[in-house]
């Protein structure tokens, strides 16, 4: 194998055992607090704050992280992810939980940094979607096996067992993070130039600057909200769902492993489209038709035909994850001087979709009913985009004269 595979399926693997950790923890936390006697609104709520701290956290890690290596910030991410079971286990009270909630959101953040920047480091421009596919294939079977694994586990009284799960799975994560810095050259990617990105700039000027990206990106920023809403909303409503169908044995982590398996079928094509295609429209249109599948999911009632549909409707949208990530790191490769304030905005971006879906899942499902809360959700994102497809140039350009 060439050095150039050992480094990337050594992230493959970290990060594989890193999503199986972070599925069991996902699948977990909105049972746990339900378990607590709170309604879906209040869990949406709860489980939301971790992307308020998330949003904060992107522009002080855009300030204050002096260097944005993935090394560095891999590691940060092991060492939170090791704290953060014991801190739910004691979670009793709103205050609690809402520091497990901001654990929980500094190392997503952490995470997808450190993720972006190893792809743009370790790969040239032309490969960053096909990077992002690999990556996204070894992450999503840690995300489908995580739920049925904790879903097998969890029992009507919760136990310690799906964190003592999660723990094992981050100690092998940790494990070929060390294997990952062994074999990882320090020469970067040819096209990859960093030289100024770390220079320091006032408050004032960096919020100015993180507006003027904002505003260029800004098709990407409102498509990337959408698909996180989306994503959001799936990962709260799916344990919940399974309350619906109680003769179906662990239908919650079934429901989620539907929705999270066509990523690794799909993300072997994911170059061909978006050389094609381009990333942008390959995502726009993935998308839309992956949410147009979704729409009869409420007038259904046969459980096993509702994971049919959603792992249907998977199997297109989920092209649009790493076709719009590619994207996204073409940008900070043409223009490495502002690789931290595209990340920031990017992440920002994350951040707000997970702050208004979960929030809206509970509210909608307490109104609305589980069910119909993907007939609304699908509706909207379909909306959304098709307004995207008008706005959105054909090229993006981040050029800014700094202040």
């Not at 979670?91 to 909630?101: A, D, F, G, V």
């Not at 062994?182 to 960093?194: G, L, N, R, T």
Request: charged share 10%.
């Amino acid at each position: 194998m060439s050095p150039k595979n050992r480094i990337l399926y050594a992230a493959c693997l970290m990060l594989l055992f890193w999503s199986l950790y972070n599925g069991i923890i996902s699948y977990t936390i909105p049972i746990m607090i339900s378990g607590l006697g709170y309604s879906a609104t209040l869990i949406g709520l709860i489980i939301a704050s971790s992307n308020v701290f998330g949003a904060i956290y992107d522009f002080v890690l855009t300030k204050f992280i002096p260097n944005t290596s993935y090394r560095r910030l891999f590691l940060y991410v092991s060492i939170l992810c090791l704290i953060l079971p014991l801190v739910m286990w004691v979670s009793k009270t709103i205050p609690l939980l809402l520091i497990s909630m901001a654990i929980w959101g500094l190392y997503g953040d952490l995470n997808d940094f450190a993720e972006f920047d190893f792809v743009s480091r370790r790969s040239s421009n032309q490969n960053h979607s096909q990077y992002f596919g690999i990556l996204g294939i070894f992450q999503c079977i840690g995300s489908l096996l995580g739920p049925i694994v904790a879903g097998l586990v969890i029992t009507e009284r919760m136990t310690f067992m799906p964190f003592s799960l999660a723990y094992s799975f981050i100690l092998m994560s940790i494990i070929f993070f060390i294997i990952l810095i062994d074999v990882s050259p320090k020469k970067d990617a040819p096209d990859y130039d960093h030289h100024a990105k770390y220079t320091r700039f006032n408050f004032i000027n960096e919020f100015k600057l993180l507006g003027k990206i904002s505003k260029i990106l800004l098709p990407v920023i409102i498509f990337q909200i959408t698909i996180y809403v989306f994503d959001s909303v799936f990962w709260v409503i799916g344990p919940l769902y399974s309350q619906s169908f109680p003769n179906f044995k662990d239908f919650g982590g079934i429901f989620m492993s539907a929705y999270t398996f066509p990523t690794l079928i799909v993300n072997w094509y994911i170059k061909p489209l978006t050389v094609k295609f381009g990333k942008k429209r390959t995502a726009y249109f993935s998308f839309i038709a992956g949410c147009l599948l979704l729409l009869p999911l409420t007038f259904i009632d046969n459980p096993y035909l509702i994971i049919l549909l959603v792992f249907l409707s998977s199997i297109v949208n989920s092209i649009a994850w790493p076709a719009i990530h590619g994207a996204c790191a073409d940008y900070i490769s043409e223009s490495p001087v502002y690789e931290k304030e595209i990340q920031s905005v990017n992440d920002f971006s994350v951040n707000i979709g997970y702050i208004i879906g979960p929030a809206s899942a509970g509210i909608l499902a307490d109104i609305f009913g589980m069910k119909n809360v993907f007939l609304i959700l699908s509706s909207f994102c379909i909306l959304v985009v098709c307004y995207l497809l008008v706005i959105t140039p054909k090229h993006i350009n981040v050029v800014i004269h700094r202040d």
